[in-house]
């Protein structure tokens, strides 16, 4: 089955800086890349995703990469701010008609102002 | 705007007290879904559902049973907790399809004594 890295499982940046959370996984036929972001004591919330046939993907500070060959995608935060401490997660959702979506184990990011 | 609660946001329970985890949604998805969600491990899937009355076994089923006896609600249960059910236990529901958003409810915090 698939099975999903996520590094780093901390992320400290300075209010401005660029964050890059990286992600590996195994199923070939994974062909949908979600990544959540949790605030603390909320629930996961899809920020962006990115389908297989699509290399990039970009929405105003946040951009997500995908490399098929390498079977690796990465979230990339630009200009990053206060607000954008959370809990990241990245998932990847398996093959077949129903594949679910087997979830990365987290990325704590702190935003330092 | 999607709406997916959840019966309590907090439950404490004694150990072998049979314990039931109501989710409920209103937009009509046909996907359900529980998670446990552990710090270091990530989000889990327990149990899934696609449709009324159907359920499949995720990840780490043992000990958990569910129910789905209309299509907005979605049962988790615990036949007899035990203290490695302490938890924080997320639902979430999507349309049908492998690519589809997963939305997820506020989680219910158990703790089992």
């Known amino acids: 089955g698939e099975n999903v890295e996520q590094h780093p499982s901390t992320l400290s940046v300075q209010e401005g800086d660029s964050a890059v959370i990286k992600c590996t996984y195994s199923d070939s036929a994974s062909n949908y890349f979600p990544w959540y972001k949790q605030e603390l004591g909320k629930r996961p919330q899809l920020i962006i995703d990115?389908?297989?046939?699509?290399g990039e993907k970009k929405d105003q500070r946040i951009a997500v990469t995908l490399n098929k060959t390498a079977k690796h995608f990465s979230l990339h935060i630009t200009e990053t701010q206060p607000e954008d401490s959370a809990v990241y997660f990245c998932?990847?959702?398996?093959?077949?008609?129903?594949?679910?979506?087997?979830f990365g184990k987290g990325t704590k990011l702190s935003v330092k102002p | 705007d999607v709406k997916v609660t959840q019966s309590s946001r907090y439950l404490v329970k004694r150990t072998g007290e049979k314990v039931f985890l109501e989710c409920v949604q209103d937009?009509?998805?046909?996907?359900m879904f529980w998670y446990r969600q552990d710090p270091g491990l990530g989000l889990r899937l327990i149990y899934f559902s696609y449709d009324v009355k159907m359920k499949e076994k995720g990840d780490i089923p043992e000990g958990y049973s569910v129910s789905r006896e209309k299509k907005e609600r979605f049962s988790l249960i615990l036949e007899s907790a035990s203290t490695n059910q302490t938890s924080m236990y997320l639902c979430a529901s999507s349309l049908p399809g492998g690519r589809k958003t997963q939305y997820f409810g506020p989680g219910t915090r158990l703790l089992v004594l």
């Open positions: 937009m009509d998805h046909e996907n």
């Open positions: 990115i389908r297989s046939n699509v």
């Open positions: 998932a990847a959702r398996g093959g077949g008609s129903q594949g679910n979506l087997i």
